[in-house]
């Protein structure tokens, strides 16, 4: 049974090359893949995938919850479907510049993807599906890099570490948002708040490193923090250590 979820969920992954599975059981189909797929981004993008169900996919679409298993084998193959469904929405065309552009922009589309999509960060994939738009998207960043001077396995590690922290950078990005808005205060106005609690637990010459920097700091972002900056500043550091990469691995034998 195994074997034969495996196998009908690749199909359906590249179901645009291969054809629609049909079930084999149950109602009469009255939607397409595409539907159910686009439904249930639709659901995860409002409720996040902690809350994300078949049943709520079926609701959304009208349908009987039973029937949902006639398009998709369970909700984790579901999500494979999602997930590669939107890796298909970002722009591949060629890249412009040198690596350092290239990266950046690598970079920036997954940040605005994490950003239209928060529950991408929720997701399992230590083992993901293999499905067409990721393929695409693999092999469109890897081009970002290919003749730079890196061994394969180095340009895999790249992207890795670009992905990665990225990913680490947007989650936090989007925490903040979300403090923000279930508070129904801004960081400035909880400062002001508890301001003068902290300045009584936390006076200036007991903490005059860590004073000085956090005024500036909340000065600059009139906020406790700037998570887009941060992740601008943190990938251009990333970027300066695979500048380094390539000219070692361009100067040796």
Known sequence: MLHMDVDRTLQLLWRRTL????GTRGPKQRVSVDEVIRAAIA???EEGLPAFSMRKVADRLGLKLMSIYTYVPGRSELIGLM?????GEQDMSPHEGGVRQRLTRVAGQLWDEFHRHPWLLQVENSRPWIGPNGSDRYEWQLAAIEGAGLPDVEMDQVVTLISDFTAGAARTSIKTRRTAEESGMSDAEWWAINAPVLERVMPAEAYPISGR???AASVEYNALGDPQRSFRFGLDRLL?????L?????SSP
Do not use: L, S
């Open 213 to 215: 920097v956090g005024t």
């Open 246 to 250: 390539m000219r070692d691995r361009q």
């Open 240 to 244: 300066d250590g695979i500048d380094v």
């Open 83 to 87: 997930v590669d469904e939107v890796a």
């Open 43 to 45: 659901v995860a993008d």
């Open 19 to 22: 054809g629609t599975p049909q």
